[in-house]
Nanobody, 121 residues
C-alpha cells in the first residue's frame, strides 16, 4: 500500500514562491501534482517519470513551476515561482506504478490528502 503525505503549502503574496514536498511510503514509480480550486475540477499541474528524465507541465504553470524527485528519499517536489492568485488551490500529490509519467488523474491510483496553497493579490 502506498501512502503519500504532502507538505509545504501556505499563504504567499503574488510573485512569491513555495516548495511543496510529497513523501511516499511504499513503492512508487511515476508521480504527479494536481490541484483543485473551489468550485472547479481537479486539474493536472506537473508529472515526472521514475527516473526523472521525463517531466510534463500544464501550460498554465510552464516556466514557473518545476517538478523534481529524490528517489533515495522517496520524495517528489514542486518548486513554484512567480505565484499568481489563480494558482490558489489545494495541491495533491499522486503516484502510480508505471515508470512513465502521465497527465490524467484517473491513471493515478494513489493520492495524498492535499495541501492548501493560497496566493494573495
Amino acid at each position: 500500500q502506498v501512502q503519500l503525505v504532502e507538505s509545504g503549502g501556505g499563504l504567499v503574496q503574488a510573485g512569491g514562491s513555495l516548495r511543496l514536498s510529497c513523501a511516499a511510503s511504499g513503492r512508487t514509480f511515476s508521480m504527479g501534482w494536481f490541484r483543485q480550486a473551489p468550485g472547479k475540477e481537479r486539474e493536472f499541474v506537473a508529472s515526472i517519470s521514475w527516473s526523472g528524465s521525463s517531466t510534463y507541465y500544464a501550460d498554465s504553470v510552464k516556466g514557473r513551476f518545476t517538478i523534481s524527485r529524490d528517489n533515495a528519499k522517496n520524495t517528489v517536489y514542486l518548486q513554484m515561482l512567480s505565484l499568481k492568485p489563480e494558482d490558489t488551490a489545494v495541491y495533491f500529490c499522486a503516484a502510480r506504478l508505471t515508470s512513465y509519467a502521465g497527465t490524467i488523474s484517473q491513471e493515478y491510483p494513489y493520492w495524498g490528502q492535499g495541501t492548501q496553497v493560497t496566493v494573495s493579490s
